[in-house]
């Protein structure tokens, strides 16, 4: 497996290897639910195929100079991740490599990031296309995994691949889970004991949340149930429309229930699709 700190070593890698390129982007402290994105893209790559995975802590995409710098960087642990899960290649540059320090352009989104994490992240999503955009364009992949999870990232890629006519194809991973239910996430391993032990609440409420017939019902037992705890802030909790993720008055439309909440300055999302 090699490792490319830098944009020409990258290039150097891809002129030795085999079609189809696909990539995996991450932020690095990987986990389970980074792991089933890597063997989908195996999966896809079929043996003969380049997996790659990136590894970046795109500053930009932090409103929060606190929440980058308190971002866990578990370099060599997330190395043996990529080589376990037969990884070709992992690409890992540092800021200065990926941005000029006169950097001028950036790439907006202006419908779908706004509301949700768009709201209390502002330029978050502007960071994001961004880097995808930059990574998509070096890696010169055919295809890239993204998790269920950030499922307003995920629309927001596919607009951007969309309305770029970027010719990549954009997979889509399920939500993987802990046992109790909660996301796997690579701000878990920030959450205080005692947040850790109650934090499957969220899960738990917007499951039960989901059994309720109107819109009103589902949002009002939702905030009962995450409302019983005495850690946690909400930050958003709503319906929106999954396809363009405005605000849903009714249940006519494919929906999501999503959340977002705080323990301390850890925060956390999560959503369901409401069915009907
Ligand atoms: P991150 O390193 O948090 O930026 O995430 C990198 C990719 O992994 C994104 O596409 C995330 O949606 C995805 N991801 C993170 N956690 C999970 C999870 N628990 N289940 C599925 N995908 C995930």
New binding site residues.
């Given amino acids: 497996m090699w490792i490319a700190k830098t944009k020409s070593h990258l290039k150097k890698q891809l002129n030795d290897c085999s079609q189809p390129v696909i990539l995996v982007?991450?932020?690095?402290a990987l986990h389970l639910?980074?792991a089933?994105?890597i063997d989908m893209a195996r999966q896809r790559a079929g043996k003969s195929g380049t997996v790659i995975v990136s590894i970046f802590v795109n500053a930009i995409q932090f409103d929060n100079a606190g929440d980058f710098e308190k971002y866990p960087r578990p370099f060599d642990a997330d190395i043996t991740v990529c080589q376990l899960h037969g990884v070709d290649g992992v690409f890992a540059p540092g800021h200065n490599e990926m941005y000029f320090p006169d950097r001028s352009i950036t790439v907006t989104e202006e419908l779908l990031s706004k509301g949700l994490c768009g709201d209390t992240r502002p330029g978050h999503f502007d960071g994001v296309c961004t880097v995808v955009l930059k990574l998509f364009n070096l890696t010169r992949c055919d295809a890239a995994v993204?998790?269920?999870?950030?499922f307003q990232?995920l629309a927001i890629i596919r607009r951007l691949v969309r309305d770029l006519d970027l010719d990549v194809e954009i997979i889509l991973?399920p939500?993987?889970r802990e046992i109790d239910g909660l996301?796997?996430?690579?701000r878990n391993v920030r959450l205080l004991s005692g947040h850790r032990k109650d934090a499957p609440r969220i899960r738990k409420a917007l499951l039960a949340a989901g059994e309720m017939t109107s819109a009103q019902q589902i949002l009002d037992t939702a905030r009962q149930e995450i409302e019983k705890s005495p850690y946690l802030k909400i930050d958003y909790l709503t319906l929106v429309d999954a396809e363009t993720l405005s605000p849903a008055a009714n249940l006519n439309t494919p929906t999501i229930l999503a959340c977002a909440v705080y323990y301390d300055d850890v925060r956390l999302i999560d959503h369901i699709g409401i069915r009907r």
């Fill in positions: 982007p991450t932020m690095g639910g980074h089933g994105l993204f998790g269920e999870k950030d990232q991973h939500t993987i996301a796997m996430s690579s």
